[in-house]
């Protein structure tokens, strides 16, 4: 096989890749119907309901932009061997591996995050605040900017070298130990991202003493879930859309509740969403999950160093030999019909999942308080109700919300 198959191949996934996303993008929006669902009526009025659609039609027309200048990026870059010129740019800048590695990622990082600014703002100050959302101004986006900039490149700063170091030392069999690393630290990212991640952006404040405590900690010992760390989110500084979080593990379970998500819903509703991330705990999905995630990881680094041992690939690439950072961009192409396929399956069980802790809250506490929570969550973040069944076989993580909702009314 000849390094311009290879070039071939890596075009041809990279159109597929968008010509498949574009069509799915396409069926989900033509799917909307305009009839409001019987289970809606109540929560929804004709106005409100055309401007939900109007709302996924804006974001969509944002989207579909952000992605056909990334896809002619992306071809150029194959086309005119770009990411060889910039292999050997950064290669230019110093002897030393992890450098060279580093600066490519930087300049390709810094390039992409320029170029997005404006199309955040975009989707901030005119999409998000033409339809009620946003709360962001101008200052805490831009610090918001700046913390993501700091954040990020520490992250390819720590992990390219770690990479390189261990690929360096160990000549073959490095994707055991890169496997291990990246499993140790996905792990720790999960039991301390409340801690460490979350306060760069947002406040947490401990959830005062008073009924909707109670009645959690009420909740959580009747069905034996220990958990000692509830706070509220500031979220409202940036929109007005409800959300809630839960990380941690053992002893560093954390439940953070947007203080818009208590705003907005009663303790009884609050009470019946909590119930339903217990259920996750309870049925072991968390720890499944983690598990297939971590084996994934290892799929990825064991494909990751098949790919590093060819320079053919580097070659399609427009790079004299193999390295770090061009393995990892060729695999990036490489690996997505295989991470297509992993998503999928990932999917489907994160479906079953979430129907499985819907039914796990009806049992312990309140389906019909659940189910009204989801009903307002829905209608506050102005969701598609009628997404298209293969759009969500590819994509959605949780069952379409009238699905949802059928379960929950079942006797």
């Given at each position: 096989m000849s390094s311009d198959i290879i070039l071939n191949i890596f075009i041809v996934l990279v159109?597929?890749?968008?010509?498949?996303?574009?069509?799915?993008?396409?069926?989900?929006?033509?799917?909307?119907?305009?009839?409001?669902?019987?289970?809606?009526?109540?929560?929804?009025?004709?106005?409100?309901?055309?401007?939900?659609?109007?709302?996924?039609?804006?974001?969509?027309?944002?989207?579909?932009?952000?992605?056909?200048?990334?896809?002619?990026?992306?071809?150029?870059?194959?086309?005119?061997?770009?990411?060889?010129?910039?292999?050997?740019?950064?290669?230019?800048?110093?002897?030393?591996?992890?450098?060279?590695?580093?600066?490519?990622?930087?300049?390709?990082?810094?390039?992409?995050?320029?170029?997005?600014?404006?199309?955040?703002?975009?989707?901030?100050?005119?999409?998000?605040?033409?339809?009620?959302?946003?709360k962001t101004d101008l200052k805490t986006f831009i610090l918001d900017k700046l913390k993501g900039l700091i954040i990020t490149s520490v992250f390819i700063l720590g992990l390219t070298s770690l990479a390189v170091l261990i690929i360096d030392f160990f000549s073959t069999g490095f994707w055991l130990w890169l496997w291990l690393g990246l499993s140790i630290l996905m792990i720790l990212l999960n039991m301390f991202y409340a801690d460490l991640i979350v306060p760069i952006f947002n406040k947490l404040t401990p959830l005062e003493n008073g009924e909707l405590r109670d009645k959690i900690e009420a909740y959580s010992k009747k069905v034996g879930y220990s958990l000692k760390n509830i706070?509220?989110?500031?979220?409202?500084?940036?929109?007005?859309?409800?959300?809630?979080?839960?990380?941690?593990?053992?002893?560093?379970?954390?439940?953070?509740?947007?203080?818009?998500?208590?705003?907005?819903?009663?303790?009884?509703?609050?009470?019946?969403?909590?119930?339903?991330?217990?259920?996750?705990?309870?049925?072991?999905?968390?720890?499944?999950?983690?598990?297939?995630?971590?084996?994934?990881?290892?799929?990825?680094?064991?494909?990751?160093?098949?790919?590093?041992?060819?320079?053919?690939?580097?070659?399609?690439?427009?790079?004299?030999?193999?390295?770090?950072?061009?393995?990892?961009?060729?695999?990036?192409?490489?690996?997505?019909?295989?991470g297509l396929i992993i998503g999928v399956l990932m999917n489907i069980l994160s479906r079953k999942n979430e129907f499985e802790a819907d039914n796990y809250a009806k049992e312990t506490y309140d389906g019909n308080s659940l189910s009204l929570a989801l009903k307002k969550l829905s209608v506050d973040s102005l969701s598609n109700l009628y997404p298209h069944p293969f759009y969500v076989f590819i994509h959605y993580s949780h069952p379409p919300l009238i699905q949802r909702l059928s379960k929950l009314n079942k006797t």
């Open positions: 159109i597929f890749n968008f010509l498949f996303t574009t069509v799915l993008e396409y069926l989900n929006d033509k799917n909307w119907k305009d009839n409001i669902p019987d289970e809606f009526k109540d929560f929804y009025d004709a106005e409100s309901y055309i401007k939900a659609k109007n709302y996924k039609i804006s974001r969509g027309k944002l989207s579909a932009v952000s992605s056909s200048l990334s896809f002619v990026f992306t071809l150029a870059m194959l086309y005119f061997f770009g990411f060889g010129l910039l292999s050997e740019l950064a290669n230019s800048f110093s002897d030393s591996v992890i450098l060279q590695s580093s600066a490519f990622f930087m300049i390709l990082y810094l390039f992409n995050f320029v170029i997005g600014i404006p199309f955040s703002y975009y989707s901030t100050f005119e999409i998000e605040e033409k339809y009620g959302f946003n706070f509220v989110i500031d979220g409202s500084k940036r929109s007005s859309k409800a959300n809630a979080f839960f990380s941690g593990l053992g002893p560093r379970k954390t439940i953070a509740l947007y203080d818009t998500l208590i705003q907005k819903h009663s303790d009884e509703e609050l009470v019946s969403v909590l119930a339903h991330e217990v259920g996750h705990y309870k049925k072991k999905h968390i720890f499944i999950s983690m598990i297939l995630t971590i084996f994934q990881l290892g799929i990825m680094c064991y494909l990751f160093e098949l790919c590093m041992s060819y320079d053919l690939i580097a070659n399609a690439l427009g790079s004299s030999t193999m390295n770090f950072h061009i393995g990892i961009i060729a695999f990036s192409f490489l690996y997505s019909p295989v």
